[in-house]
């Protein structure tokens, strides 16, 4: 296939970035974007939507619902927070490196009553000390894996002690580069929302953003007027859920990605897991 068409930079396999992402896309998932185009209204785009969604849930292997973003992985993440948190809420930011910092300064830009707890970039959060600073808190935003450290924080042992001290806590989690790479098990350790992107695990081109919502965490999502429109993920949730998308969707990667996921369902989760350490 790539003997047609032209390559007018260095293929990633052949450059020397060290970089979680974008990784190498599969030819038979490229190839899906270079279909007539498709249209997300069309039977077949709303068909793709759902088959894609449902892919996404049985890639986290528990019975979360999916909303596909047309965005990177931060579009997902200010979503997911928005649509969760309501405006003036006290926000904890568990933070270790770049990445997690991030989650910090959004929440701090949306206004949110901000605390952070913090260890030097490189070592893994103490789920005691998050825990405490958890204690009150509306909503806990967490780094699974912190690619810029390449620390892989204990979300476990994290959730299940700040929910054992604050059961109503919301804890969202940035699984950017965990979610079908590392071993997460959101409905037995406590996690209401994992956001992922599609560069990552999933290896798809970059351009989709992924927010994964608990059952319990969809009763309590609300409309955040203040500030959320296009990241509205409760009206997103609602469209998705019935097969369409308030905006247009890039269409073309959702196909795509429904066939990237194909071959990470092809392997039990456990191999997966396994194949990261
Ligand atoms: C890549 C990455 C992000 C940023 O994702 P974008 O898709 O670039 O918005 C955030 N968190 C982690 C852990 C990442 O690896």
């Known amino acids: 296939m790539s003997d047609a068409l032209p390559t007018q930079h260095t293929p ?5 970035l060290i970089a979680p992402g974008p990784v190498e896309v599969a030819p038979d998932v490229l190839a899906q974007l270079a279909q007539p185009q498709m249209h997300h209204r069309a039977q077949a785009g709303i068909d793709k939507l759902m088959e894609a969604r449902a892919k996404l849930t049985q890639l986290l292997g528990d019975p979360f619902d999916a909303v596909i973003t047309t965005s990177s992985g931060t579009g997902a993440f200010e979503g997911a927070l928005l649509s969760t948190t309501p405006p003036g809420a006290r926000v904890v930011n568990a933070q270790a490196g770049k990445f997690s910092e991030r989650w910090g300064e959004m929440a701090q830009r949306f206004g949110y009553d ?6 030097p970039w490189g ?3 103490d789920p005691q000390e998050v825990a405490d600073a958890a204690r009150g808190a509306h909503t806990l935003l967490i780094t699974h894996s912190e690619t810029s450290t390449g620390a892989l924080h204990d979300l476990e042992a994290i959730a299940g002690a700040a929910k054992a001290q604050n059961p109503d806590l919301i804890i969202i989690a ?6 079908g790479v590392a071993e997460l098990r959101p409905a037995a350790w406590g ?3 994992i956001v992922s992107g599609s560069q990552k695990g999933t290896a798809t ?3 989709l953003g992924f927010v994964l919502f608990s059952p319990e965490v969809q009763a ?5 007027p203040g500030n959320a429109f296009y990241l509205d993920m409760t009206r997103e949730l609602a469209g998705q859920k019935a097969g369409s998308t308030p905006q247009t969707p890039a ?3 959702i196909y795509a990605l429904s066939t990237a996921l194909d071959r990470l369902l092809s392997v039990p989760h456990e191999v997966l897991w396994a194949e990261q350490r």
């Open 12 to 16: 990633l396999n052949r450059t020397r």
């Open 114 to 119: 901000t605390a952070l707890v913090a260890r």
């Open 123 to 125: 070592e893994v959060l």
């Open 174 to 179: 940035d699984c950017i580069t965990s979610y």
């Open 191 to 193: 996690v209401d929302v």
């Open 205 to 207: 081109p970059p351009g």
């Open 220 to 224: 309590r999502m609300i409309r955040n």
């Open 251 to 253: 269409i073309n990667l």
